[in-house]
């Protein structure tokens, strides 16, 4: 039960100044949400979800995104509650639950007994990031995919999806979210590959961006060619352009049992600055 002086709600446009000041503590950590507030205003419609603010003494000090996936923010122990016995209320509406371990993780045990079991949970994700140019070469022939690569790399993104999720985009609607989705990336020069004789043999993408940082996503080799460097040489390729035309830090999230794909963003430059989890359903 919450205090006399502690409230979680719905935030709305009007609660922007004090949304920014929770963000702006630590925008590169929080890029996800940031971009979600930066792209919509606060207005719900356009968020895909709802944002919802969690106060202490009158001061906003906590955020929840709540849309396709649950992502504390800044989350003190009376928020993770708070934000938890909400979406208890409202039920389970999300494919996941991620965000910093220490916000997750105590939200996940009050979450658990309701909608456990999860079909997959990850404990430990390093959060990687790097400010300089890459310490290896950035892959010359990777380049931003064009709009009529679009079917190339939307069956590249269900392989990489179904791998790294243990579940295929098109169960639900035969992929055709996923689509836009990939094709908005295409538009919107996020998405890069390495196409040999008409084939992605490398592909990632930036999902999302900030005047403070972007987040690298979606990176996957075609199986017959690992073990080439192709990996380190491609996301070199991404931080490069991502660092001179977007953003001034590169950051992404890695499974801690994800050995090769650790290496390799080691040697291109990342570094951990936090730790991620995520829940998965």
Known sequence: MLGATEVVRA??????????????????????VDSRVRA???????????????????????????????????????????????????GRHCSSVWGTRDAVEPMWRLLEPSWGPARDVREV????????????????????????????????????????????PESRDGGSYYRTRVADLIGRGYAFARVEDGEIVFKAEIGVATPSAFQIQGVWVRPDRRGEGLSAAGVAAVVAAGLREIAPVATLYVNDFNVAARRAYSRVGFRPTATFMTVLF
Do not use: H, K
């Not at 969690?54 to 000090?61: A, I, P, Q, S």
């Not at 790097?130 to 392989?159: C, F, G, I, K, W």
């Open 40 to 90: 919509s205003g606060m207005d719900m419609r356009r968020m895909g979800g709802q944002l919802w603010g969690y106060e202490e003494g009158g001061r906003l000090v906590s955020l929840c995104y709540a849309g396709a996936n649950l992502v504390p923010v800044s989350t003190t122990p009376g928020a993770g509650q708070a934000f938890a016995n909400r979406a208890l209320r409202l």
């Open 125 to 168: 994700q390093p959060f990687l990031t790097m400010t300089s140019q890459p310490l290896v070469t950035p892959d010359p022939l990777v380049r931003r995919v064009r709009a009529d690569e679009l079917d190339q790399l939307y069956n590249a993104s269900v392989a990489f999806f179904t791998e790294e999720l243990g579940i295929s």
């Open 11 to 32: 935030l709305r446009p009007v609660d922007l100044t004090a949304v920014r000041t929770v963000l702006d503590a630590d925008p590169v950590t929080n890029v996800f």
